[in-house]
């Protein structure tokens, strides 16, 4: 007699109990939804940090531009202008003192209406446009000067009387003045460098006619003043 062992359908409490074995070793539900959602989170907050982090790197730049371009746009009233330097050959000192210049001997002085002149150790030379050649006036007393410590040489121009003096006094000369009709004009002073003593100054009076038979100064007024303001030489009519 044999066995019959081939397979056998389980009976129905075999399925019951398979079944519930099965319900309780299925895997757990994938959170899906929440992963996406915490990603989510993360990168607005990456993106918030990265916002923060430029805004406060470029806050200092954005003010330092607007620092510059507020001063750039500024009035220009604002913003005091530095007077003008003058010339270096020019120095203008200070109580009332003449303006001086000093020059190299022989170098060409400009008086006006085309006169020019030069200085010399002990002479100045004068000419203008109709002279081929200067005039010289000298020697002065320059290391020991005597009673009369002015020169001077005049050119009558149609613009006006060119005049050029030299001083040549004991005391170095701080000012020299010319009065004409009753208004005093400051002259420049011009000299050789190391001679404060011996000093020269230009001027144009008013024009004179060609055949002017008057005094040379019967109206014009030329004086010398030390630093302290003393008369030192005067010149033109002493009535003025």
């Not at 470029?58 to 620092?67: M, S, Y």
């Not at 006094?169 to 020299?176: D, F, N, S, V």
């Not at 003593?197 to 008013?206: D, L, N, P, Q």
Request: include cysteine; hydrophobic fraction near 40%; charge should be neutral.
């Amino acid at each position: 007699m044999k066995t019959d062992i081939s397979p056998q359908p389980p009976v129905p409490e075999l399925w019951q109990v398979l079944d519930e074995a099965s319900r309780e070793c299925a895997p757990t539900v994938f959170p899906r939804e929440r992963i996406v959602s915490r990603a989510r989170i993360i990168r607005r907050r990456r993106r918030l940090a990265v916002i923060v982090l430029a805004v406060a790197l470029l806050t200092p730049l954005a003010g330092e531009l607007a620092f510059k371009t507020h001063a750039t746009d500024a009035p220009a009233a604002t913003r005091p202008t530095p007077p003008p330097a003058l010339p270096s050959v020019f120095r203008k000192t200070v109580d009332d003192r003449s303006p001086v210049r000093v020059v190299r001997p022989g170098d060409r002085v400009e008086a006006g209406l085309g006169v020019w002149y030069t200085l010399k150790k002990r002479e100045y030379c004068t000419a203008d446009p109709d002279e081929e050649d200067p005039v010289c006036v000298g020697p002065l007393d320059v290391d020991q000067p005597g009673t009369v410590p002015l020169t001077f040489n005049q050119h009558n121009r149609k613009g006006g009387l060119v005049h050029i003096l030299a001083y040549t006094g004991e005391t170095p000369a701080a000012r020299i003045t010319m009065t004409e009709d009753g208004r005093t004009t400051e002259l420049p002073i011009v000299r050789l460098a190391g001679r404060p003593a011996f000093v020269s100054t230009y001027a144009v009076s008013s024009p004179r006619s060609a055949n002017h038979s008057g005094a040379l100064f019967d109206d014009l007024l030329f004086r010398v003043y030390d630093s302290d303001g003393k008369e030192l030489a005067k010149l033109g009519d002493h009535a003025l």
